[in-house]
């Protein structure tokens, strides 16, 4: 995972697959960066993810109540077309921001 901070924005890039497993390093790596000073924006890179199972989607949306807490705004860019079409069947691209 690499992480980036331009500014007001912030990227982080999320790499292979995303399962509960890797939960505890994508905690330890947005939790903090959500209370960056100045901090307005969080892009997380998604164009080299594998997979992501269910309970990473659930991540996902503490991430966004986290940052919405903080005052950032969180989108999720790039995803695979795979990927874009589960967020779609289960309406996530209707709770998160996501940028194709």
Same mark, same amino acid.
């Given at each position: 995972?690499?992480?980036q901070v331009t500014g007001p924005v912030a990227t982080l890039d999320f790499v292979g697959r995303l399962t509960?497993? &890797?939960h505890p390093a994508l905690r330890a790596q947005v939790f903090p960066l959500l209370a960056t000073p100045g901090l307005e924006t969080l892009r997380?890179?998604?164009s080299a993810v594998e997979y992501i199972d269910?309970?990473?989607l659930g991540l996902f949306?503490?991430? &966004?109540e986290r940052a919405?807490?903080?005052?950032v705004e969180?989108?999720?860019?790039?995803p695979s077309p795979a990927l874009m079409g589960e967020f779609r069947a289960l309406h996530f691209n209707r709770l998160l921001a996501?940028?194709?």
């Open positions: 995972m690499r992480n509960h497993e &890797q997380i890179d998604l269910s309970s990473t949306l503490l991430i &966004q919405d807490l903080a005052g969180v989108v999720f860019v790039h996501i940028e194709a």
